[in-house]
C-alpha cells in the first residue's frame, strides 16, 4: 500500500534498500578493506548501511547515493580509527601504569630485603631469647600478650625486654658508621629515578 507524498511503502522501501546495498557494498567493502582490515571492514560498512536504513526517508536516492554511501564511509572509517586510537592510547597508558607498579613493588621487596639483611647484622649483637622477642615483635607483628605466652613471661616484661633490644639495635647501627652508610646508598640507588 503506497504512502502519500511519494513516499515508499515499507515493501518497496525496503526492495529499494536492498537493492542499494547489493549495489554498492562490495564497492564500499573493498574501500573500507584497504583503509582499516579485514576483519573489521564489514562491521564499519554494515554501520553505513544500518545508518542508511534508519534515514533511508531523507537519504538522497538515484545518482547522489553514492556519493552520500561514500562520505558516510569516509566518516565511519574516520571514527574507527579515532576510536582504535583512543583504546590504544588508553591500553599503553594501562600498560604504563601497570609497568610501573610492577618496578615500585620489585623495589620495595628488594628493599625490605637489603633492609632485613642489614638488620640481622644489627640483631647479631642481641642476645638468642632477645632476638627471638624482637623478631616476634617486628617481623610477625605479635602483641605482647602473644609473645608472653609463647616465652612463658609476662606481658609488661615482653614490653620492657623488646623496649631495650630495640634500643640495643639502634644504638648498633648508630655507632657502625659502615652500616648506616650502606642502608643509605642502598636506599639512595632504589630511589632514584
Known amino acids: 500500500m503506497a ?43 554494515q554501520d553505513v548501511f544500518l545508518s542508511l536504513w534508519e534515514k533511508w526517508e531523507e537519504a538522497p536516492k538515484g545518482e547522489s547515493l553514492e556519493y552520500y554511501l561514500l562520505h558516510a564511509l569516509k566518516l565511519r572509517i574516520y571514527n574507527y580509527y579515532r576510536t582504535t586510537s583512543r583504546y590504544q ?3 599503553r597508558t594501562l600498560e604504563q601504569m601497570l609497568q610501573e607498579t610492577l618496578e615500585v613493588v620489585f623495589i620495595r621487596e628488594d628493599m625490605q630485603t637489603l633492609r632485613e639483611s642489614f638488620l ?16 616476634l615483635r617486628t617481623r610477625h607483628q605479635y602483641s605482647y600478650r602473644k609473645i608472653a605466652q609463647l616465652l612463658n613471661i609476662e606481658p609488661a616484661s615482653a614490653r620492657v625486654l623488646y623496649a631495650r633490644a630495640l634500643q640495643q639495635v639502634k644504638s648498633y647501627i648508630h655507632s657502625n658508621p659502615a652500616l648506616a652508610a650502606r642502608l643509605m646508598s642502598t636506599i639512595i640507588l632504589f630511589t632514584i629515578p
Open 120 to 135: 640481622d647484622e644489627a640483631l647479631e649483637t642481641l642476645s638468642p631469647s632477645q632476638r627471638q622477642l624482637f623478631l
Open 3 to 45: 504512502l502519500h507524498q511519494g513516499r515508499f511503502s515499507h515493501t518497496q522501501r525496503q526492495a529499494a534498500f536492498e537493492a542499494a546495498v547489493i549495489s554498492y557494498w562490495d564497492k564500499l567493502l573493498g574501500i573500507a578493506t584497504a583503509k582499516t582490515n579485514r576483519n573489521d571492514a564489514p562491521d564499519v560498512v
Open 89 to 91: 592510547a588508553h591500553l
